[in-house]
């Protein structure tokens, strides 16, 4: 499991959960998955690696933040999709919530169209992509956060 700054795991057949800051994390390969820590800004971030095609490197992380509202807590995920140049410069960014607000529902129906923008030589990330793509039941372009909820490695080559 990850949090906004802390990655929390156990190890086999212990039972303490263990954690490790992502800043102490350069880079960890786990399954079909690619965590890394980039330099952005001067400032380390961590993400998940989707896709790297062309010097660019589309990477993702979702955040959750409890919200408090008359003694009822609920939870509000925050996703981040950054394309990235070699140098770790940002070339395109999307941000969303889970909320059904008018803003994140037009960032969402946008994400599909940002990866066949900036990856449009990775066949293999496009389709993945397109399965998540929102049928006319969903308004809200709610569909493709389950694809960044799963942030599988997608080889380009």
Do not use: W
């Not at 961590?46 to 955040?63: D, P, Q, R």
């Not at 993945?128 to 909820?149: C, G, Q, V, W, Y």
Request: charged content about 25%; proline content about 3%.
């Amino acid at each position: 499991a990850a949090t906004a700054k802390k990655i929390h795991y156990k190890l086999p057949n212990v039972d303490k959960e263990q954690k490790l800051k992502f800043k102490d994390l350069a880079t960890a390969n786990f399954g079909d998955y690619r965590f890394k820590t980039f330099t952005i800004d001067k400032k380390s971030k961590a993400f998940y690696i989707l896709s790297e095609a062309n010097g660019k490197t589309l990477v993702t992380i979702k955040t959750s933040k409890v919200i408090s509202r008359g003694g009822f807590e609920s939870v509000l995920d925050f996703y981040e999709l950054v394309v990235l140049d070699a140098n770790s410069n940002v070339v395109g960014n999307i941000t969303f919530s889970s909320n059904n607000s008018e803003k994140s529902s037009n960032e969402r129906a946008g994400v599909i169209t940002f990866i066949q923008t900036h990856f449009p030589d990775c066949p293999k990330l496009l389709e993945k992509a397109k399965l998540f793509e929102s049928n006319p039941s969903d308004t809200n372009h709610r569909m493709i956060m389950t694809f960044l909820d799963v942030p599988v490695y997608v080889n380009c080559l």
